[in-house]
């Protein structure tokens, strides 16, 4: 089983500031089959990166990714109101099929 | 837009047929998984139909329970939920699943399930 491992569990930040997300696999994944989600208070998850490193349609450029193997990260350059939300990260191809970190909530 | 409905209250061992209903894009040309998430909690990938009811795949946790089926001329998806205990408790998603590189697009705003005597 692939687990995802998202750190740290809470990111203490103010607007404007960097914040840097992390997601650790127990086994190497596919980048082409790594994603990030935003999911704000009360709202259902929203794309914000695939493959790795890829932006979903209308996400801002302060968000990016990268990683390869079993080490993958979201950047948020200049944290706006908006951002402080919980982050997930999640893969395809293992066991179980697709999977999810257990997230970084940004407040 | 996706829309789910059929959640509610259930008690345990009971059953629950959740749909998924698409608009404002072609249904038929896109995968659909269903995520659910328990009460302050992770997500969870359960299963994806494909684009026709010949190829679905289930997660572990709920093979030989869910099953899932479509019909794309309602432009619905359904999760047939049998067997349930209260740690099927969570707000159940729908969303569209890319099938070349496997995300969730398009998310509905979920149904709530409770399980509960």
């Known amino acids: 089983e692939i687990v995802l491992t998202q750190s740290p569990g809470t990111l203490s930040l103010s607007p404007g500031e960097r914040a840097t997300l992390s997601c650790r696999a127990s086994?190497?994944?596919?980048?082409?089959?790594l994603a990030w989600y935003q999911q704000r208070l009360g709202q259902a998850p929203k794309i914000l990166i695939y493959?790795?490193?890829t932006r979903a349609t209308g996400i801002p450029d302060r968000f990016s990714a990268s990683g390869s193997g079993t080490y993958f990260k979201l950047i948020i350059s200049r944290l706006e109101p908006e951002d402080f939300a919980v982050y997930y990260c999640?893969?395809?191809?293992?066991?179980?099929?697709?999977?999810f970190g257990a997230g970084t909530k940004v407040e | 837009l996706l829309v789910e409905s059929g959640g509610g209250l259930v008690k345990p061992g009971g059953s629950l047929r959740l749909s998924c209903d698409g608009s404002?894009?072609?249904?038929?040309?896109?995968?659909v998984s269903w995520i659910r998430q328990a009460p302050g909690k992770g997500l969870q990938w359960l299963s994806y139909?494909?684009?026709?009811?010949?190829?679905?795949k289930y997660a572990e946790s709920v093979k030989g329970r869910f099953t899932l089926s479509r019909d794309n001329a309602q432009r619905s998806v359904f999760l047939q939920m049998n067997s349930l205990t209260d740690e099927d408790t969570a707000i159940y998603y729908c969303?569209?699943?890319?099938?070349?590189?496997?995300?969730?697009?398009?998310w509905g705003r979920g149904t709530l399930v409770t399980v509960s005597s």
């Open positions: 404002g894009f072609t249904f038929g040309d896109y995968y």
């Open positions: 999640q893969q395809y191809g293992g066991s179980p099929l697709m999977t």
């Open positions: 139909i494909g684009f026709s009811n010949s190829e679905t």
């Open positions: 086994q190497s994944v596919d980048s082409s089959y």
């Open positions: 493959s790795g490193s």
């Open positions: 969303a569209t699943t890319s099938v070349t590189t496997w995300y969730f697009d398009l």
